[in-house]
């Protein structure tokens, strides 16, 4: 402010103005400091201020506000009617008293915002006490509404968590109650959940579960209204549903609309259901199961022992077990494995009984087994260890394989017959028993095994090849032995340390009555032969000058490069060829032109990434798909290409030097495979006729007739 003295004005007037201006300056700062919005009036209700909060909230500026009529610069209507407010400044200056605006105010802001407001006005009075202005003073009460909402909120909130929380404690109880049925834990279910929702008195439950409908609450099921439900589970599977509904006749707005936290109770309450439900079946299912047991222990064909792990004494035997040694089950009890098998063949016995405890085996093969008459018969037992009472114990299945010994036993002397024919073939072959135990094989396949072909009796894979190799050719065998066919196979197989591919043949050996008593295999080395296919293969995919993916490897890519365009991964295409190829053909030779076009490809790769694909087109023309790659990116890698090649110094004829024009597109995805291609090749053309040895970029546009080139004879 100036301190100049003003003309003609007293010192005592002088000290009066600088107060004025002293408080006037007091008064503008005081209301830029205020929080709330401030507009001052004049006695006819037009703006005289507006404090920089108000400027905010109404959109006007104080001066722009200045000696405006309040009620433009300041729109209030009712919240709820719409309807415009009595102007609170005029009833301010005519009422001489403060007014507090009523509720539901709305201020419609100068650019159309709303914002509900609270206010008061109060009147402006001189020295003398007369009326000349009003001031309003409103702030913006959105964020306190808000609040208040969300504290409301909160508390009823916690008032539905309290319920329910004592929902699932109650439900929790009664599942852990001792013998409770399955039907009284559905009903004890149905009737915990109406009390804990919004609306008690209205809520109706109903679970369909089991066979079981139940409904539960004051009022009926209304089939009419929209539940909140869940499916009860048990390992995945449907077994029923539990809801909760209001009834749509007399329910007000409010009361057909659930709680998430009541979705999150329901499921909850399904989910213990589902587990009771599982519960439950175990229990019938193991009491189905034990009774199945005995049902088979008793009539089984086959004889079961149950043995101590430890002391290898017999704790329980079954009808069948008695018939095979002629024991009653009280004798049988009293013995132990020692005394059911010859003493020669103990040793053996109890190394195999071992190895079934451990889990090594699960088959001890053709074991000698005494009967209480001292005669012997032979016995396939498939055993697993089990714990009962607290101890280990191994259960075993004994099935008389004697006659089927006696019959393998033939068909070893039948064997021995062949033999000589056999020996004197060159590929491997081999004869197993049912069970892949080996009886025999030839000297071929016994030289790749380093053994005598005797050697080989009583062997299985396991002791020749890695565990995955014979569990892969075992599992093979029984096919053979379960579908009664031959099969042929190339696979995998070792032979001195190193890996060849052979091709098998399995056939079953039947007895007269069509039983599978065996399998014979014969195989041959084919790895030569997949070797040769798998060129041919590379030859009819790849350029054979540079081994390159050929064309129709790269459109396979393409194609899927502009697949992912479409769904939002960009690519890039380049296309070259070698500027004035047919100089280098023509002068040095078509073997120079191959070196040179080979020793391109080589500098190409060595400024791409290992992802990217260069594929040879056709002559000296090669393109190159840079997947997920953006037009920036594209270019700089086509610069580098470009200038790694007019770099390079051929070693031909200095008098010849080589560069590349590279035409370089976008993949959008809007376009098929053959239109980028030709598109590549007219953006390409464009660098030729701009002077070569440059790159040129073009757009993804739909598909245009590529440029004629038959006049560009030296490329």
């Given amino acids: 402010m100036s301190k100049t003295s003003t003309p003609g004005v007293t010192p005592t007037g002088r000290h009066a103005e600088d107060a004025l201006h002293a408080s006037e300056e007091q008064l503008r700062i005081t209301l830029a400091s205020i929080g709330d919005g401030v507009v001052a009036t004049d006695a006819e209700r037009r703006v005289t201020q507006l404090n920089r909060v108000a400027e905010t909230l109404t959109g006007w500026t104080s001066d722009e506000a200045k000696g405006k009529p309040f009620a433009e610069v300041l729109v209030l209507l009712n919240e709820q009617t719409r309807a415009p407010l009595q102007d609170p400044v005029e009833e301010a200056i005519v009422t001489g008293r403060a007014v507090r605006m009523a509720n539901h105010a709305l201020l419609v802001a100068r650019d159309g915002t709303e914002r509900p407001v609270a206010d008061s006005a109060a009147p402006i009075r001189d020295a003398s006490g007369r009326v000349v202005g009003a001031v309003l003073v409103f702030r913006d009460v959105t964020e306190e509404r808000r609040r208040r909402r969300e504290k409301d909120q909160l508390l009823r909130d916690l008032a539905e968590r309290v319920k329910e929380l004592e929902c699932l ?19 004890g279910a149905a009737r915990l959940l109406p009390p804990a929702f919004q609306h008690p008195d209205r809520a109706s439950a109903r679970i369909c579960c089991e066979g079981r409908l139940l409904d539960v609450g004051k009022h009926p099921w209304d089939e009419n209204a929209t539940p909140l439900s ?27 609309v659930f709680l998430k936290e009541e979705q999150t109770l329901v499921d909850a309450v399904a989910e213990r259901l589902g587990r009771v439900i599982e519960l439950k079946r175990a229990e019938r299912a193991l009491r189905e199961s034990e009774e199945r047991f005995r049902v088979v222990f008793e009539s089984a064909a086959d004889g079961i022992l149950i043995a101590d792990a430890k002391d290898k004494r017999f704790g329980a035997c079954n009808p069948a077990m008695c018939r095979m040694l002629g024991y009653s089950p009280e004798e049988i009890l ?6 059911i098998h010859p003493a020669e063949d103990l040793p053996h016995v109890v190394d195999q009984f071992e190895r079934l405890i451990r889990k090594e085996i699960t ?29 280990e114990h191994l259960v075993g299945f004994f099935r008389d394989v004697t006659q089927r010994r006696q019959a393998e036993q033939k068909l070893r002397e039948s064997e021995a017959k062949n033999r000589t024919l056999l020996e004197n073939l060159p590929q491997r072959i081999f004869y197993k028993d049912r069970n892949s135990v080996y009886v025999s094989c030839n000297k071929h396949y016994a030289r790749d095994l380093k053994i005598r072909p005797e050697e080989i009796v009583g062997k299985t894979d396991y002791d020749f090849y890695p565990r995955e190799l014979a569990e892969k050719y075992i599992g093979d065998d029984r096919q053979v032995v379960a579908s009664g066919k031959a099969t042929e196979v190339e696979e995998k197989y070792v032979q001195d340390g190193r890996e060849a591919v052979v091709h098998t043949v399995k056939t079953p050996i039947k007895d007269a009555a069509g039983n599978v008593l065996g399998v014979l295999g014969i195989f041959w080395d084919v790895t030569e032969r997949k070797k040769y296919e798998e060129r041919l293969a590379h030859l009819a995919t790849h350029d054979p000058l540079t081994g390159l993916p050929n064309r129709h490897l790269f459109e396979e890519a393409l194609a899927r490069a502009t697949a992912r365009a479409r769904r939002g991964t960009p690519s ?77 110094s051929f070693t031909w004829d200095p008098r010849v030097s080589v560069s590349l024009s590279i035409g370089l597109v976008g993949i959008g995805g809007q376009q098929e495979t053959a239109a980028l291609l030709s598109q590549a090749d007219a953006v390409m053309y464009q660098a030729k006729q701009s002077g070569r040895n440059r790159v040129a970029v073009g757009q993804a546009t739909p598909a245009a007739p590529a440029p004629c080139r038959e006049h560009d004879a030296i490329s």
């Fill in 169 to 187: 404690s109650r439900l929790g109880r009664l599942l852990s109650e001792p013998g409770l049925s399955l039907a009284d834990a559905l009903e």
């Fill in 230 to 256: 869940a499916d009860i589970l048990v390992r995945g599977e449907r077994v029923g549903w539990i809801g909760v509904c209001y009834p749509v006749a007399g329910a007000e707005t409010d009361e057909r």
């Fill in 334 to 339: 009293c013995l132990g494995v020692a005394d």
């Fill in 363 to 391: 088959l001890a093969s053709e074991l000698p087994v005494k009967r209480k008459d001292g005669s012997i018969f032979y016995a396939d037992i498939c055993a697993s260890p089990i714990m009962l009472e607290g101890k």
């Fill in 572 to 648: 890039a295409l380049l296309l070259f060829d070698v500027d004035h190829f047919k100089i280098v053909n023509d002068f040095l030779g078509h073997a120079a032109g191959d070196a040179a076009l080979v020793r391109v490809v080589n500098l190409v790769q060595e400024q791409i990434r290992a992802e990217d694909m260069l594929s040879r087109l056709s002559g000296d023309e090669f393109v190159v798909l840079l997947e997920g790659a953006n037009l920036d990116y594209a270019q700089a890698v086509a610069e580098r290409i470009r200038k790694a090649v007019e770099a390079f």
